[in-house]
């Protein structure tokens, strides 16, 4: 049970529980602009206090937990990914001997947190070679275009990537309840891989 303070110690309180989603929002700015300049730092400031205050979005709870080691293999997994799907991409549009084959999957996810389903998604769309062209928020899936697929080997492959960065983030910045929902799927297909074998 959240208990809601008054007065400064209250809007401290409330600052300091929202700040990494407000941070967030900036990043988020910086990374759709494509830039990492002062100014796109503070027209993402000026768009995250639109957004936090004068539409009055319902506040968002937050597990309390960062993991800064998790946070780190994230952000440099991420732009690992960015490095190679930039290359695959040009190399499938330069590449006149072969049509990149393109696909529509269904990625069912392992958490039910909108927050968590915003992140994957949005981290899926950012790598170059996949978009998110819809949500099923109820049943928690994600539905991506992919270009440079040919089997249903590759399709499969770009679920479970999608489902590695859903698990990448729960381990930043998930709750200990999101934590377990993940770990038993982990555990399953580590079990499924060896059954195959």
Known sequence: MIRHLRGPKGLIAQTWRQLPFFLWLVA????LWGQFTVI?????????????????LPPVELS???????????VLAFLGALVKGSL??????????RYPGVAVIAVP???NDELILAHTAVTASLIPGSLVIDI??????????VIGVSS???????????????RRIVRAVGS??????????????AEAKEASR
């Open 109 to 111: 996810l392992a958490t």
């Open 152 to 166: 249903d080997a590759d399709v499969e492959a770009q679920r479970r990537q999608v489902q590695r960065w859903e």
């Open 88 to 97: 695959l991409v040009a190399w499938q549009v330069v590449n006149p001997r």
């Open 176 to 189: 200990r309840a999101q934590l377990a929902q993940v770990t038993p799927a982990r555990t399953g297909q």
């Open 136 to 145: 099923d928020r109820d049943e928690s899936v994600l539905y991506l275009h």
């Open 64 to 74: 309390g937990r960062v993991n800064l080691w998790y946070g780190l293999v994230f």
């Open 28 to 31: 988020l700015w910086m990374l």
């Open 40 to 56: 796109a730092f503070l027209t993402g400031l000026v768009a995250a206090i639109l957004v936090t205050r004068v539409f009055r």
